[in-house]
């Protein structure tokens, strides 16, 4: 049996990003959980983000903005970046989070955060509530104690231990336990 729950936002588990947008001198961060990967060529990200919030004017004047990915720790400031606007605080100050240089663009990414992406806007569009802007990524970053110790060419996700939001039910999680590799279980469907 399923229960019919009509158009709402759902979708669960997402990211739950820090996204810093305008340059070094007086950048802003907000939380965006309307995130996703959207091309391999280029490396392309989306974001959305309501169309009442201080953050969409940066990003449209600046045309970049960084993705921060916090580790589960983070839970507090990232709930704060989301609630607070940057019109009227410093959430760099507020939160204690540390922006580094970035190395393509003006826009700085979060030293704390151990995975960061910079990117450039190639599209803005209009939907309902939001605007969705996609980033080409320019530059990635990660944490180099959150490589793989068997393969350095390979993020340790235990290690970054990223995280999650679960609109339904207004919480933040931790990712689960690893239950095999990707691009396997077809093999294993087929055989049985």
Same mark, same amino acid.
């Given at each position: ?25 007086? !950048? ?13 060529? !280029?490396?392309? @990200?989306?974001?959305? @983000?309501?169309?009442? &919030? ?15 990915? !916090? ?12 609630? $607070?606007?940057? &019109? ?20 700085? #990414? @979060?030293?704390?955060? !151990? ?21 080409? #990524? ?18 340790? #996700? ?5 995280? $999650? ?11 689960? &336990? ?11 469907? @087929?055989?049985?």
């Amino acid at each position: 049996m399923k229960t019919p729950l009509k158009n709402k936002d759902i979708f669960f588990p997402v990211p739950a990003a820090l996204v810093v947008c305008g340059e070094s001198m007086n !950048p802003n961060i907000i939380t965006v959980a309307w995130i996703g990967m959207v091309s391999s060529t !280029p490396p392309s @990200i989306q974001i959305s @983000i309501n169309k009442e &919030r201080h953050s969409l004017q940066l990003i449209r004047s600046h045309k970049e903005f960084t993705v921060n990915i !916090p580790s589960s720790s983070l839970f507090r400031e990232t709930d704060y970046c989301g609630i $607070v606007s940057g &019109r009227t605080t410093n959430k760099f100050a507020d939160t204690k989070l540390t922006p580094l240089n970035s190395i393509a663009i003006k826009t700085p #990414i @979060i030293k704390e955060c !151990p995975f960061n992406m910079e990117c450039k806007v190639i599209h803005e569009l209009e939907i309902g509530s939001h605007v969705m802007f996609v980033g080409e #990524i320019i530059e990635a970053h990660i944490d180099t104690d959150k490589m793989s110790t068997e393969n350095r060419a390979q993020v340790d #996700i235990d290690k970054v231990d990223p995280l $999650v939001y679960c609109a339904t039910i207004r919480e933040y999680r931790k990712i689960g &336990r690893k239950l095999g590799d990707a691009y396997q279980s077809g093999l294993t469907l @087929i055989n049985r």
